[in-house]
């Protein structure tokens, strides 16, 4: 087959033809990725540089992820706190109502004591988040990394709040009851039998009076428990509080890290539109000069 003899004139013409349409499908891949850079091919530095930021974006957002749900874990906590609290607060409203109640209600204001006593340890023992349970034993603990540092981290430790540590005495030491049926003499009731509150033959003053007194006492040592509660939920709510800001900064830190990403290797979509535009008009033309330099050479 005879090879197709080309001018000078046309052969350039041609060559231009070409690089005019390898430069239209670069501008319009990028107009079609939104990237100007998006291969070692086009510029190395530049995308190992972005891919270096992206990657340091997508660890940090894998972090956020973990110290989200430390806050939630950490949540569960404060909600089980705020409900033992209203459960305490009801022990001593029980033990009030006690004060002037006959022997058949007072028997079953135990009863509704010590019920109240067992709910607080099965709520202890529902608070749990992904298996983490941070109110029934010291020996739990949340540990929450921030970023690939090992010291870039909290640790929460855990609090026991079972009945045999949760409740305190009238003068602030853990009462030790073994369970809520002791629970009643270990907070104050010293005369408390078998039974609870109906041990008390209040029909005789002198035992009034001493079931009044161990009234008092236990409702101070039910205070002194919802102090300490109140004050191991404080603790739980500062570490929320460390956590979310936390949350916000690397998410804040992530978006600065995508944009620098960015700013290395997206097209400026506005440039690339009329670069484009530029580069037909340039083939058009280059097409109808090849045509007018063959008809020269034919003439």
Do not use: H, W
């Amino acid at each position: 087959m005879a090879e197709i003899a080309l001018s000078n004139s046309v052969r350039s013409n041609l060559l231009a033809l070409q690089s005019t349409s390898d430069f239209i499908g670069r501008t319009q891949g990028r107009l079609s990725t939104g990237l100007a850079v998006s291969s070692p091919v086009d510029d190395a530095v530049k995308f190992f540089q972005a891919k270096s930021l992206s990657n340091r974006a997508s660890d940090l957002l894998e972090r956020k992820d973990a110290v989200d749900q430390g806050v939630n874990a950490l949540k569960t906590a404060l909600t089980a706190t705020d409900a033992m609290e209203d459960l305490v607060k009801q022990m001593k409203g029980v033990i009030d109502s006690a004060r002037s109640a006959d022997k058949t209600q007072r028997t079953a204001y135990t009863v509704q004591f010590e019920e109240l006593a067992k709910q607080i340890e099965k709520l202890v023992d529902d608070a749990s988040y992904q298996g983490l349970n941070l109110l029934n034993s010291t020996a739990s603990k949340l540990s929450v990394r921030f970023s690939d540092k090992s010291d870039s981290k909290l640790d929460v430790d855990g609090v026991n709040f079972k009945t045999s540590a949760f409740f305190k005495d009238n003068a602030g030491a853990t009462a030790s009851a073994a369970s809520d049926a002791t629970l009643l003499s270990s907070i104050g009731f010293t005369s408390v039998g078998g039974d609870g509150f109906e041990d008390y033959n209040v029909s005789q003053a002198s035992i009034l009076a001493q079931f009044n007194s161990d009234a008092d006492k236990a409702i101070n040592a039910l205070d002194e428990t919802i102090s300490n509660l109140r004050s191991e939920s404080a603790k739980i709510a500062g570490n929320v509080a460390i956590l979310q800001v936390r949350s916000n900064f690397t998410e804040e830190y992530a978006n600065v890290l995508e944009e620098g990403s960015g700013q290395l290797t997206l097209a400026d979509l506005n440039a690339e539109g009329a670069n484009l535009l530029a580069l037909q008009t340039r083939q058009q033309m280059g097409i109808q000069e090849i045509g007018r330099a063959s008809c020269r050479e034919r003439v």
